[in-house]
């Protein structure tokens, strides 16, 4: 992890409500995967090529919705407002800033037109996707798709590893089972069958489809990703029902806590969808070099959660661009450090297993 990391978690660790701060570290069960994602990235090695850079590096990537954005995207995370009271305002000023997509999250304490709005005041041409869980009814699904549209969000990212809720035992054992008095998720208020004015919990349920899918794919002409891919049978599907991308993740290690690390996941992933759509990685990254470990091997962008999450408490917009910031400088350095002109220029070759096995 680089300082600028490690010295955002360790502030966050400060200033954060104790049940918040382990609401946003903590995951399923014994939270091996919750480790592991960011074990994984150590147990891998870059092999760099001499004598073939340049002396500037073509870093932007081609995302739907989002041309010409950068490598790393700010992953959806709930509840910003806890953790500094600018909350997703905050975050979307400095992801839009630093040329970063934002996903804000169904579950954000901010509305979708407000975050859009934000980010769109810090840079006319920011883009910002809406991740989205299905909803067991296609009316509620709709309204939300509606509202994203409305907002000037560019893509859908919907969540498909959650059919029920990963079982966190440290929000169990604090009692952190909804928000404190004052806060909300923004996002589920005022939809069909919900109280009028007020908001309607997010529901999970193990019965939805791939008709499911096939339905907003319908309702919408916005590009969707699928994020909580792991198994590249699911990942060929994805691309045969007619998702725009996927994204490997385990949800952070907040669902199932016996699945692997995203990274191990991705090369079988990435052989699967064969190129026919982009995807991307969410899990475990904390240093550009794991940013460039990625993208090697095959991946055309990151997302990160928990550091934007440490980096808005300790310093609200300003600390959420340091993070950014340093992700975003680490892996132009990497590149150079491997050789590398651009993103195209990483290859699966370039990583090898540390002790040399491929």
């Known amino acids: 992890m680089t300082g600028v990391l490690a010295a955002a978690r360790d502030r966050a660790r400060d200033v954060l409500d104790p049940a918040f701060h382990d609401y946003v570290a903590g995951g399923a069960g014994r939270e091996r995967v919750v480790a592991d994602n960011e074990r994984a990235f150590d147990r891998l090695a870059l092999l760099p090529r001499v004598l073939r850079g340049s002396a500037v590096r073509d870093t932007a990537v081609d995302l739907p919705g989002a041309p010409g954005a950068a490598p790393v995207l700010?992953?959806?995370?709930?509840?910003?407002?806890?953790?500094?009271?600018?909350?997703?305002?905050?975050?979307?000023?400095?992801?839009?800033?630093?040329?970063?997509?934002?996903?804000?999250?169904?579950?954000?304490?901010?509305?979708?037109?407000?975050?859009?709005?934000?980010?769109?005041?810090?840079?006319?041409?920011?883009?910002?996707?809406?991740?989205?869980?299905?909803?067991?009814?296609?009316?509620?699904?709709?309204?939300?798709?509606?509202?994203?549209?409305?907002?000037?969000?560019?893509?859908l990212v919907v969540t498909v590893d959650s059919p029920v809720f990963g079982r966190r035992e440290r929000d169990l054992r604090n009692?952190?089972?909804?928000?404190?008095?004052?806060?909300?998720?923004?996002?589920?208020?005022?939809?069909?069958?919900?109280?009028?004015?007020?908001?309607?919990?997010?529901?999970?349920?193990?019965?939805?489809?791939?008709?499911?899918?096939?339905r907003l794919r319908e309702a919408t002409a916005l590009p969707v990703l699928l994020k909580g891919v792991l198994h590249p049978a699911d990942a060929r599907l994805a691309v045969e029902r007619g998702a725009d991308g996927v994204v490997v993740s385990n949800h952070g290690g907040r669902q199932c806590d016996a699945v692997p690390a995203a990274v191990d996941a991705l090369p079988a992933v990435v052989a699967a969808v064969d190129g026919r759509v982009p995807v991307?990685?969410?899990?475990?990254?904390?240093?550009?070099?794991?940013?460039?470990?990625?993208?090697?091997?095959?991946?055309?962008?990151?997302?990160?959660?928990?550091?934007?999450?440490?980096?808005?408490?300790?310093?609200?917009?300003?600390?959420?661009?340091?993070?950014?910031?340093?992700?975003?400088?680490?892996?132009?350095?990497?590149?150079?450090?491997?050789?590398?002109?651009?993103?195209?220029?990483?290859?699966?070759?370039?990583?090898v297993r540390r002790g040399g096995a491929r």
């Open 280 to 351: 991307l990685l969410d899990g475990g990254v904390r240093r550009g070099t794991d940013v460039a470990v990625s993208l090697a091997l095959g991946a055309t962008a990151v997302g990160v959660g928990r550091p934007v999450v440490w980096g808005l408490a300790a310093g609200g917009e300003a600390g959420v661009r340091q993070v950014l910031e340093e992700l975003l400088d680490e892996y132009d350095h990497a590149l150079a450090l491997c050789g590398a002109r651009g993103n195209a220029d990483l290859a699966p070759d370039l990583v």
């Open 175 to 214: 009692g952190f089972t909804d928000l404190p008095p004052g806060y909300a998720a923004e996002n589920m208020r005022d939809l069909p069958g919900g109280p009028p004015g007020r908001t309607r919990d997010i529901a999970m349920s193990p019965a939805l489809s791939w008709d499911d899918l096939a």
């Open 74 to 155: 700010v992953a959806p995370t709930a509840f910003h407002r806890l953790a500094h009271p600018d909350g997703e305002l905050a975050t979307a000023r400095a992801a839009a800033r630093t040329g970063v997509v934002l996903v804000t999250g169904m579950a954000a304490t901010t509305a979708v037109a407000e975050v859009a709005a934000a980010a769109r005041a810090a840079d006319p041409g920011a883009a910002v996707w809406f991740q989205l869980y299905l909803q067991p009814e296609p009316e509620v699904t709709e309204c939300l798709v509606r509202r994203a549209e409305r907002a000037g969000c560019t893509a």
